[in-house]
């Protein structure tokens, strides 16, 4: 059975060898970076199945990877920002990462998150109701939940893991409204319950791919403080304000 491939990328040579061990340790098979044009090139070769990525690396910055990363691919990426910087954080979201860490970190908690976004990367019918494992239409939006295959307007969508299953959870319930605290713990868990700013940077990530004015939505549409919704019927698509 082929061992799932996690590169990790960060400058700091002692918490390379820390992260490795411990990667390794739990039956991953661990590649190295220690420069972001160094990772990108990893990622290009390799294929890996996640990313761990810091933001401040010499030769290209985490976020530099990230974002040419998602010109090609749509691997799960967390990205590892300093105590404190929140903005760092959200730039990485921002960019399409699917989580982040905070320096420092435990393995405790580093193989925590990894385990999780592993685990949302395996998308399964499981999760949808039997119905809606039937192909969906809603306007020019189509969403085939078989093949993971989004198309607006005939053009195939590439979205993230986190991207696809945040749709996909609103396509089970379209036409209402999602409560954010049950987005976040469908989508992320019962720790992220929240971390509303986590959830509002991937909507706005999905607008940008799926709506002709991600000003103003037609599809993705906010209940402001309240949730999120796929709308369905013209006239819902009216009644709701962007946020």
């Known amino acids: 059975m082929k061992k799932t491939t996690i ?8 918490l390379l060898d820390v992260v490795t061990l411990n990667l390794e340790l739990e039956g991953y098979h661990v590649l190295r970076a220690s420069d972001g044009k160094q990772a990108l090139e990893q990622i290009e070769r390799h294929n890996p ?6 933001v401040m690396m010499p030769r290209m910055s985490g976020f ?13 990426i967390i990205v590892i920002t300093a ?30 998150r990894v385990r999780a976004v592993l685990r949302r ?24 939940f078989e093949q993971h295959l989004v198309l607006m307007a005939g053009r195939k969508v590439a979205l993230t893991p986190t991207e696809y299953r945040i749709l996909a959870y609103l396509a089970q319930h379209a036409g209402s409204i999602v409560l954010q605290e049950r987005l976040l713990e469908h989508i992320w868990g019962t720790a992220y319950v929240g971390d509303n700013h986590m ?21 993705l549409l906010t209940e402001p403080g309240i949730g999120y919704l796929l709308a369905t019927p013209p006239e819902v698509q009216e009644a709701h304000e962007p946020g």
């Open 7 to 14: 590169l990790i990328a960060d400058d700091d040579l002692q």
């Open 199 to 219: 959830l509002q940077v991937n909507i706005n990530r999905l607008r940008r791919k799926l709506e002709h004015d991600p000003a103003h939505p037609h599809y």
């Open 64 to 76: 530099a990877v990230c974002h040419q990363v998602r010109e090609f691919s749509a691997v799960p």
């Open 121 to 144: 990367a395996q998308f399964t019918k499981g999760e949808l109701a039997p119905a809606m494992c039937m192909p969906m239409t809603v306007g020019d939006l189509s969403i085939d």
């Open 49 to 54: 199945d996640l990313v761990l990525l810091d």
């Open 83 to 112: 105590r404190g910087q929140e903005r760092d954080k959200i730039r990485g979201l921002d960019l399409g990462a699917d989580d982040y860490l905070v320096k420092p970190f435990s393995v405790g908690e580093l193989l925590a």
